[in-house]
């Protein structure tokens, strides 16, 4: 393990990708190639702070693959951002976007910090100076950010600017997650949650279970989280759990999403909400439902609480968020998983949307977005899903199988330069 990389978050990527090379016996020369990051960059980011001291911030931009096109992923914000977990992130990227078909490689970025304690101002100098910092890798035909956890469309449009003051003109197409008034795309926000549905309810169907007989347990209730708790709601399913860092809220009757949004809109933390009982994060995963979502941080599903989990359908909605030994005890308790690279490519694949909307300069409606994405993610899933029945694999397998398969072929007829 090269030591710049070494992080629990990079191991488990890897030793993702050793379970599918091994699959399917990918050439020793690739292997090598596809296991480490192109490039990466770490850079320190001293901050005016509102006190008027100097505070330094660490930073990074990890581009794993740009074989099949420029790189791309989100940018986090989050206290335990480090470089390991940022090249984990990027070369999941590169699997996802290849799995989906979009003409993309793989990167992610972040900053080391809790982005709450930070005001408007010091989160505005602290994106523009990150974004100066790794100018140089980003560019609409290079490597293009997006938002990820702790980032919003805001963050975006401070890069989105910041990029376009160094060229000297207006660059909508060097970020995705923006602003509608500066290129964004509709249903971008939302994306990441309709996929989720999207495939979610494909499982559903070749599992034979009416969505009205359908129970969701949803752990995180930030972009995602919350998106998905909606569309899982508003389409008939019974959402009885959901949480955010401070712990969750269970009925089993079903919560009431659209009265939590507005609560929260109105500042009321969830669980101070009295529309459920009071539960941690680690009991919403063991709950009995249908769907089990994790929609927050990696690694929440490991030896210790896999052979708990009661869910028929894992639908991972964060990145990485099962280890390699759970995966194991998941799939001797038949529980059907619908793998991050899958399950979350909603995100990125309205990303790749927008890009080509601010490329043609020509916006699309909301219904076409929403088709357009349906078809690809749900394309994606009948390709594994056939792919894993075939070969007797695991859907992780057979997603990341697909994934790694277009990228080898890039680099094969691409060739090794020099
Ligand atoms: N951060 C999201 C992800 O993990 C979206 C990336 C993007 O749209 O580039 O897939």
């Not at 459920?276 to 030896?303: F, H, K, M, R, W």
């Not at 059907?336 to 909603?346: C, E, H, V």
């Amino acid at each position: 393990m090269i030591p710049e990389f070494d992080h629990p978050t990079f191991h488990l990527a890897v030793a993702q990708f050793d379970q599918a090379a091994d699959a399917m016996n990918l050439h020793h020369d690739l292997r090598e190639r596809l296991k480490i990051p192109q490039r990466a960059l770490t850079v320190s980011l001293p901050i005016r702070m509102d006190d008027d001291t100097v505070k330094v911030f660490m930073g990074y931009r990890v581009q794993h693959d740009s074989a099949r096109g420029p790189s791309k992923g989100g940018i986090r914000y989050h206290p335990n951002v480090n470089l390991g977990e940022v090249a984990a992130l990027a070369m999941w990227m590169t699997w996802k976007t290849a799995l989906a078909g979009v003409p993309f490689g793989g990167a992610k970025g972040g900053v080391t910090v809790a982005p709450n304690t930070l005001s408007h101002k010091e989160l505005e100098r602290l994106t523009r100076r990150y974004a100066a910092e790794i100018f140089p890798l980003l560019g609409p035909d290079k490597d293009i950010p997006a938002t990820d956890i702790g980032t919003n469309q805001q963050v975006m449009a401070w890069i989105m600017d910041t990029y376009s003051q160094q060229v000297g003109y207006a660059v909508p197409g060097a970020v995705t997650g923006k602003p509608l008034s500066i290129g964004g795309s509709l249903g971008r926000e939302e994306a990441t949650g309709r996929g989720v549905f999207d495939v979610t309810l494909e499982a559903l169907r070749h599992l034979g279970i009416p969505l009205e007989k359908t129970t969701v347990a949803v752990q995180g209730f930030g972009n995602v989280g919350s998106h998905t708790a909606r569309i899982m709601g508003e389409a008939g399913a019974r959402v009885i759990a959901v949480s955010d860092l401070s712990g969750g809220l269970h009925n089993p009757q079903g919560l009431n999403i659209q009265e939590i949004l507005r609560l929260r809109q109105s500042g009321e933390p969830l669980l101070d909400m009295k529309l459920g009982d009071q539960i941690t994060n680690e009991e919403l995963l063991t709950l009995e439902c249908t769907v089990l979502i994790p929609a927050a941080v990696s690694e929440q599903i490991t030896i210790k609480n896999a052979a708990d989990l009661r869910c028929r359908i894992l639908t991972e909605a964060a990145n990485g968020p099962t280890t390699l030994e759970a995966d194991a005890i998941l799939a001797d308790h038949g529980i059907f998983t619908i793998p991050d690279i899958l399950a979350n490519s909603g995100g990125v694949i309205v990303s790749y949307f927008e890009w080509v909307q601010d490329i043609q300069r020509f916006f699309w409606k909301e219904s076409d977005i929403q088709q357009r994405l349906h078809k690809i993610i749900c394309s994606a899933f009948h390709r594994t899903l056939a792919f894993a029945t075939e070969k007797k694999i695991p859907m992780r397998t057979a997603a990341l199988m697909s994934g790694i398969d277009q990228v080898a072929q890039a680099h094969t007829v691409r060739g090794l330069y020099p």
